[in-house]
């Protein structure tokens, strides 16, 4: 391409037009040189001198506000659904308007649908069992949660050592099913002598341990924390996590999650553990083989939660959409969007928090579908 040419259409995003002016007159000066390399000279030091302005992010599209034709241009743009339970499907056993409807009539309209969860208390049968009871159309094939994935990570990475396990039986479960041997389940309950205490837990300290593996777990205790930190002393050791959910608000209270438990062993320990659940890559990696040879914008991530599901779908180039129904809502995004076009916090992981479209519920959505 010649060179003017390129040095135009180098300038035509994000600059004035009294700076397009500007630079369009270094180009012209550009003409008069024979030699290219003394042009690209000019121009770099001129235009060195103007700012370009920032494009600002824009709020996500809203998919209700989307005519028929738009609509069904957007269904037909991906083909593998990734859809988050809590806060989009249900709450706990209050299954949400719609939610059925839109799952059963994507999967007529022959899309791939997933529930992708970071609870790692509830077990894929379990999964399978509640959509069964509640009309929803899937298979234990179609239910995918972090403690699944876990399993499937350590199997991946062919590990055969002894588990340290903080988590839910159904945790400790799926590690078994992939052969490894779990310590740790179930009650660790304090004693009231803290000498005591401290002597019986390095007592029980077993030297196979090869990784300390976390999740939620109602049983966590002093003694828990203890030996997972001491486990962690030892930089062989792996520190792994189901996920960093901080919590989960319910309507009258707010009940802690995985991540708590998960900020005080890394608080401790300062250790980054290897996160499993969303928003890792790992997921995707470990437990979604069959679709991988699909192109990224091929995937639809659907979640509430702007730091799990949205980045999650962000850090593998799927396409994103949040429902207004769970933890984060369009107040959450205009507030980050605020932060980044302001300049207060322009990383890109903050960016990644930012999704593609939004709708309000799964009942809009349904409306939605109906119209196709």
Known sequence: IHIHTYLTLYITFGLSRRKKYKLINIIVQCSDFRKTSECI?????????????????????????????????????FDVVLCDCDGVLWLHNDI???????????????????LITNNNMASRQEMREKCQANNFKLEIENMISSAFAMGQYMKHIKFNKKVYVIGSNVLANELESVGLTVIGR?????????????????????DEVGAVV?????????????????YLRNENVKFLATNTDESIDFPFFTFPDA???VAGIKNITKIDPIVIGKP???LSDVTLKDEAHREPKRFLVVGDRLNTDIMYGNNNNYQTILVGTGVHNMTDVQQIIDKINNGKDSTEDTKKLIPDFYISSMKELKIKLESI
């Open 96 to 114: 949400y308007e719609g939610a059925s409807d839109v799952v059963n009539k994507l999967t007529d309209l022959g899309k791939k649908v997933y």
């Open 280 to 282: 890792s890559k790992i």
């Open 214 to 230: 976390v999740g939620f777990d109602h049983h966590y205790s002093f003694p828990k924390l203890f030996k997972a930190v001491n």
């Open 186 to 206: 179930g009650p660790d309950v304090a004693i009231d002598s803290l000498p005591d205490q401290v002597k019986n837990d390095l007592g029980q300290m077993d």
């Open 41 to 77: 000279n000019l121009f770099i030091k001129q235009a060195s001198t103007i700012k370009v302005h920032k494009m600002s992010i824009q709020l996500p599209a809203d998919i209700s506000s989307y005519d028929r034709t738009t609509f069904k241009a957007w269904i037909n743009s």
């Open 259 to 261: 991540g708590a438990i």
